[in-house]
T-cell receptor, first 114, second 112 residues
């Protein structure tokens, strides 16, 4: 597609429920990243996928967080047993594959845990 | 640990003024640096990408510079307009890493 697409744009969920966030990267972009932005805070790295290599999961805050990507296409970020501190905007970005290409971000999913 | 610092945290200027936003980073092994704009409730829009071998990049009224030796980058906005009001973020790629490390941003308000 023309840009990075994320869905849903907004999600309100009850504490303890599982949620799944989706990211469609730009076609041909081999690298895909998830970031989290809490209210008033900077962006925190969560996870990075590059082609068929093992993902870099070093930013995932707990084992309640997981992400998958099928080949070089769609990625899903799953948060199990959501907590109020998980409330944030979750941003996805894709890149042609090298650090030199820069990132293109989606519009994000605003998650609110009540 | 890589750190990216942006000063000031907020800036308010009258329309038409030229302004400079500052970004400093601790890692001299920077690979490249990217400036973004974020509008309220929206994602990030890439403005300029500066490779480590470059000293500056220009796009329209925007000019970004990179000084690796001093660990600084600046974003210059000429003839500011109310539509420039947004939060401006800088982010660096460290050499050998694929992760962008972000500063907390400068919130710019351009008053008509």
């Amino acid at each position: 597609g023309a840009g990075v697409s994320q869905s849903p744009s907004n999600k309100v969920t009850e504490k303890g429920k599982d949620v799944e966030l989706r990211c469609d990267p730009i076609s041909g972009h081999t690298a895909l990243y998830w970031y989290r932005q809490r209210l008033g805070q900077g962006l925190e790295f969560l996870i990075y996928f590059q082609g068929n290599s093992a993902p870099d999961k070093s930013g995932l805050p707990s084992d309640r967080f997981s992400a998958e990507r099928t080949g070089e296409s769609v990625s899903t970020l799953t948060i199990q047993r959501t907590q109020q501190e998980d409330s944030a905007v979750y941003l996805c970005a894709s890149s042609l594959g090298g650090a030199g290409y820069g990132y293109t971000f989606g519009s994000g999913t605003r998650l609110t845990v009540v | 640990k890589q750190e990216v610092t942006q000063i000031p945290a907020a800036l308010s200027v009258p329309e038409g003024e030229n302004l400079v936003l500052n970004c400093s980073f601790t890692d001299s092994a920077i690979y490249n640096l990217q400036w973004f704009r974020q509008d309220p409730g929206k994602g990030l829009t890439s403005l300029l990408l500066i490779q480590s071998s470059q000293r500056e990049q220009t796009s329209g009224r925007l000019n970004a510079s990179l000084d690796k030796s001093s660990g600084r980058s600046t974003l210059y906005i000429a003839a500011s307009q109310p539509g420039d009001s947004a939060t401006y973020l800088c982010a660096e790629f460290q050499g050998g890493s694929e992760k962008l490390v972000f500063g907390k941003g400068t919130k710019l308000t351009v008053n008509p």
